[in-house]
């Protein structure tokens, strides 16, 4: 089995994370570049998963004839530049989610990709490569729940992360664009629908800088799909008891609920306080495997040269929705989409 | 301790289960008349209950001076005649919900309470008794999840009893009014706050029929309330897993989750299927204990002489919201409440 | 339908809490006099309880021709000579936990009974009467689990009350008569066979005042039946999560836990300490309604004339296997039961 | 970081599992050979994983110079050969559990290892390296429950695999040897105490093959520690709901639990069995991260030139504890162990 050479840019926070499952967990993968524009920090990564090429330069990497493909881990503002690059140097790209931070840059992207049809690109929806999205997946494309009626999404992170995220508040887009769109992607997902009303409400119950962002702390919306099915997403950063992304499928014959409990470990604590799960306290840990799991189906999905899903179309999709959550949001009023 | 002596109105299903309670279950409480249309069947019960006095007119049993109040749980389109009898004959009143099957017949009713302030009323929102949601209120109250944020509320009754609900389906009123109203009322009680602007949708996934009655087999409703928090509700008539009312209280620190798996006892299963909790099948079972408590509290309230809650003013803003609920679904329009 | 007239002897903490189920929560049963020793304590209940009868001396209240079942619920090591004050008078018998304080007594009060088969003698097993054993009971009967293979039974009371608990400690006969004798009854009801074989272990972990009382603080024992099913039981007072009492049937086909999670409502409570069930923190909220089936099915037993289980002799059976348990332990030896 | 470079020696089912995991999840460490007695197995694998070298002579890859460590997986009976011949060849050694299938052969173990004390030598009792575990671990030391009472251990194999089991029944040694040896080393390793009594029971419930191999289809056994701290161990390989390992501490100010509900994933299926929890139906699947864990542990150890745990000695002396409850079992008598 030959090994797909990657190189990654991007080597922050969780780009950091990705290069290390490329570079040690994913079999079939090998890493052979890093590309950072903090060269020093590229260095430290290279040294520590002993790979010899680093770059600063993205233009620089793509261009190395060794590289087969691309992940692209960095801002996401400059995801469709990186997407370019790479794109036109010949490389299977994967990009993390979001596409980008508005639609108009996701038309941009899907234009580039049009254009390289024997490329492969993967959008990191990592969600939808997570074992119990799959297994309730599964089960619902098995018709164990019969006709799904309502999809129910949390995205909460945890109030124990909640000051190391402040920093990014500002300039994250709001819970709409950073958090639900993920809960859009799984609603798109697991309907096979799309929504054509949505109205969106939410408020500053704790943090009243939010207001400021033109966001609110938590936030709410309620979205009919063209099937009818309904969704429901909830979003805020300060779940006391954990990364508490919750999903529930009610279907007319049965219902799925994936991490209502989500619990790190299979240990219970029983204690003064009851029968207690502890619950994951970073979505890091969360979603480990499915970050490792979406590796590997990259990997797949290139040497079968076929279209990967989530498409770039699954992009733009979810981030037009996302902006139309927060502009129901911040007028108060029932949109129609188109 | 002097007993409360009390005369019943409608001995069917819920309203034996009741008359049951008021013979056997509620210290203080003394069963002294049962009144049915029905007087073979109030024969029946009185024989079964050891209870001497029966009538087929309401006006005889009202005008009964042993009997000192009155247990209203006849169809809902006679409450308020049932209301005005016992009231007007000096009768301290308990009434099912809900208050009536309109508005104008609320204001009504609250006419004729408000004309005999020495008298009790109360209102049969039994969830508020039942000891479940008694727990969650004074962790509320008590400061234990911060500033409430988002109640999530589901109603689903089960599948296992759909037959039997569906003659009474065309003039139930539909889920808002028959359903939610009970969430309408959970939710005005644990947030102490009014929807503002409402919407709801819904559909027939399963059963065209629903359709014919203006309503839709699987219903939810988004609500905005005046300090801005957000409130979800959803119900349906075919939970596969049981009687499934389950409330989620999302709090700034801390969220509390009623009957997110509804276990009608202490066993768990483990086979093939897993590890597994049985759930309760009806909602008389659900509530046994609520409808116990409710009538001790009725009966506290008239031994004190207190104003009792939920009052006739719950009902009315409950049916006003369960109707705009309704209105809003049938128009797939936004709403803002008065 | 005949109410069932009955007269309590000792209304302590327990005796109270069967003596107001008697008063108000068991239909067709009327509480008709009150014997206690301490009268003053016997007339505050009846007068809250609407008695008019009280006595300080059993016997006379034996004699009363009103009375026609008794019920005792004085100290174990009077429980004997209540029976045969009661019996002899003619009455219908209900008896509390445990039969006797030895095996002796407990032969002597299979004489009386024995002397008249007309009268029903009922002893106060009340797990039995639990509905979630009643379930596994009707599962294991039904065959959902195959063939019983073992029994794991549990009986831990809260460290919250540890401290109540105390002064009564020195003279409750230890852990393997005072707690697990419920559990040999249940092991006895559920698996059909009787131990042939025990070991019993344990020490004192926290409190070297139970090696006084020749006890340890936390207790074990495992038994061989005739038909090879394996038992396991467990007990201290000192759970930190609640009343813990908790009891696995494995089957060959399917296992059943009870109470493995002794969650006191339907409530989760989600903080930083993880989703958690809160649990029953003493043994007569635990045990509520299976202290008022009881007393029906004792009523039933009274109406139809039928010997009642549990009998007499099992009161015998499981004080005889819990004293082998405390020689077991005591010798650290491993016995043989005739 | 230098790569830690590593022989395997049996690749059948679980010794695959080890080696894909070395080659391709274990950051650290190159798969660089591969030995099986049955050349096109190895020959199979190595393709599937880049490897060059195969070999069927365990000394012959014990004398290649490019393998540092050497990883055995062949069947029990070979396990002291391989370790005499990998670390007379001056390799570090990594051995999967059990460590010979009696005492003496663990003995000889013991002399091999202690003469290269510059090589690490480690057994792989995989619990020890799961995350579940590890917490629990943590927080026992951590003083979290106080003092340990005792600890209760299951060890089920799922009936959905009990075909495949079958044929290996006979030679597997038995459910005390085969199984609870798991359950053996996790008692001495969470009390950090030896058992010094122990009594163990069992019979054959539904397969009366088990017999002939001097076994019990379900088995049990009582333990009293030298702190006098109880350990209950329960096996068979007849569990309806999965790989049903699980493991209670009781200590004197709380309790763990790891594992009571065997969760595959973070998907509850509602439906009419109630809500339930699907579980692992197979133990690679169980422990697939503890056994990456345990690599890099192993890995570490080497590094650090440390001795590593679990040492030969626990081999030997959980094999010795096994026999005893076999002879136990065997003889139905209370053995006192030296």
Chains 1, 2, 3, 4 share one sequence.
Not at 46 to 60: M, R
Not at 71 to 94: L, Q
Not at 247 to 264: D, K, M, Q
Request: net charge negative; charged share 25%.
């Amino acid at each position: 089995m030959k090994k797909l050479k990657v190189g990654v840019i991007g080597v922050g926070r969780l780009g950091y994370e990705h290069t290390c499952n490329i570079a040690n967990r994913v079999p079939g993968m090998e890493l052979v570049a890093i590309c950072d524009g903090n060269v020093s920090r590229a260095q430290q990564v290279a040294d520590e998963l002993n790979v010899e090429k680093i770059y600063a330069d993205p233009a620089a990497m793509c261009a190395d004839p060794e590289v087969e493909a691309v992940a692209i881990f960095t801002n996401t503002a400059s995801h469709v530049d990186m997407i370019r690059i790479a794109m036109e140097a010949g490389k299977h790209v994967f990009c993390e989610k979001p596409l980008a931070e508005n639609v108009e840059k996701c038309l941009a992207a899907e234009e580039i990709i049009k254009a390289h049809p024997n490329q492969v690109f993967m959008l990191g929806f990592m969600r939808r490569f997570d074992k119990s999205y799959r297994i309730a997946k599964k089960k619902i494309e098995n018709g164990d729940i019969g006709k799904v009626v309502l999809v129910r999404c949390y995205s909460q992170d945890p109030r124990s992360t909640f000051d190391s995220y402040l920093p990014f508040a500002p300039t994250s887009g709001g819970q709409f664009i950073d958090m639900s769109i993920h809960d859009i992607d799984l609603i798109r997902w697991l309907t096979g629908s799309e929504p054509k009303k949505i109205w969106a409400i939410g408020g500053c119950f704790e943090f009243p800088q939010f207001k400021e962002w033109d966001d609110g702390d938590n936030v709410s919306c309620l979205m009919q799909c063209e099937n009818d099915v309904m969704a429901f997403m909830f979003a805020n950063r300060t779940a006391a008891h954990g990364s508490a992304v919750e999903t529930e499928i009610v279907g007319t014959h049965g219902t799925l609920r994936i991490g209502a409990t989500p619990s790190s470990s299979l240990v219970e604590v029983l204690s003064e306080n009851g029968v207690c799960d502890e619950c994951y306290q970073d979505f890091v840990s969360r979603w480990h495997d499915a970050y490792i799991t979406e590796m590997e189906v990259f990997r797949d999905y290139v040497a079968a040269g076929k279209v990967a899903e989530p498409t770039v179309y699954d992009g733009t999709k979810a981030t037009r929705i996302a902006y139309a959550c927060k502009e129901s949001f911040l007028k108060n009023e029932l949109l129609t989409l188109d």
